[in-house]
């Protein structure tokens, strides 16, 4: 069977290496871009024996691009079996990136700190981003530089519509079968993740919300703040897993000996998350990646109940 790629000229002789080189760099590119779409439509091409079986879905498209980079976590790492304790990050992990639900956070964020600094949006932008990107949290620099007293802060910007939030009875489901106890890890507040867990339909899984403030407002990537959890709710690091969309805030659970997976979102802000385009291989602090929650989770539970079996 001749193999090729059609052109306007006709049927050209397809140079795999080359055709595979293009797509790797076009691909990056696209990942870089946070452009989910533009990563799928070159999936095909890395792989063109086993193109996406969506025929676009995103998330699926996204995961075979993942085993295409082969970024994929190591199978000597997949002790799920030993997981007693399920942690989840709120924003852009629990819920899907696509509800942009962050963006009103993000949004309204910029229009407190204009108020509340009395500059411009653009100014207040420079300085949203700048306090995330060096404390952690927007909020933790506010504390740091301006004495801001918190609790406005939280009430305004999470004082958001909740209507693009999907019900994820299946996403329920899996994580009410995941064996020993499910918490919310959150830098933000306890209020903004009950009302979106209860949208989702999944709140009444979770054993508790440790929140911004029950960390005393120390903010994930802090390795205090992870401290600060495991001895509120007496949770062996080694038992737990962590999930979550920013790779930085995987570091700390790393080095504390639990498992990581992030859960890659098409919304792509934080420095760490833009330098996923560049990563040949998962970084040590990043043990799994998935563009799929869902599908992640029913995989491991599958993987967790067939080891029970052996
Ligand atoms: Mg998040």
Request: glycine fraction near 6%; hydrophobic fraction near 40%; charge should be negative.
């Amino acid at each position: 069977m001749v193999v090729g790629r059609v052109t306007g000229r006709g049927l050209k002789p397809l140079n795999r290496r080359a055709e595979a080189r293009r797509a790797h760099f076009t691909a990056r590119r696209a990942l870089r871009l946070c452009t989910v779409k533009s990563a799928l439509q070159v999936t095909s091409r890395i792989q063109p024996e086993t193109p996406p079986q969506t025929g676009g879905d995103d998330k699926a498209g996204l995961g075979a691009y993942f085993q295409a980079m082969q970024l994929v976590g190591s199978a000597d790492l997949k002790n799920f079996d030993r997981v007693n304790t399920w942690i989840f990050d709120l924003d852009n992990t629990l819920y899907p990136a696509e509800c942009n639900l962050f963006a009103q956070v993000d949004q309204r964020m910029g229009s407190f700190i204009a108020e509340y600094l009395g500059v411009s949006l653009e100014e207040a932008r420079r300085v949203q981003k700048d306090y995330y990107y060096r404390y952690g949290t927007t909020l933790a620099g506010l504390m740091a530089e301006h004495k801001l007293p918190p609790e406005r802060f939280l009430d305004y910007v999470h004082d958001i519509d909740l209507a693009a939030v999907p019900a994820l009875p299946e996403l329920g489901a899996v994580i009410e079968s995941l064996p020993g106890h499910k918490y919310i890890f959150t830098n933000g507040s306890r209020r903004h993740a009950e009302r979106v867990a209860e949208k989702l339909g999944v709140l009444h899984h979770f054993r508790d919300i440790f929140d911004i403030v029950s960390g005393d407002y120390i903010p994930k990537p802090s390795a205090e703040a992870y401290d600060r959890f495991l001895k509120a709710h007496g949770v062996n690091a080694p038992s737990s897993a962590m999930f979550e969309d920013i790779p930085h805030n995987l570091e700390a659970p790393h080095a504390l000996g639990m498992s990581t997976v992030l859960v890659h979102s098409t919304y792509c802000d934080h420095p760490s998350q833009k330098q996923i385009a560049e990563w040949h291989v998962l970084p040590p602090h990043v043990h799994h990646i998935t563009a799929d929650l869902l599908a992640f989770l029913q995989d491991t539970l599958k993987e967790i109940s067939a080891k029970a079996d052996d």
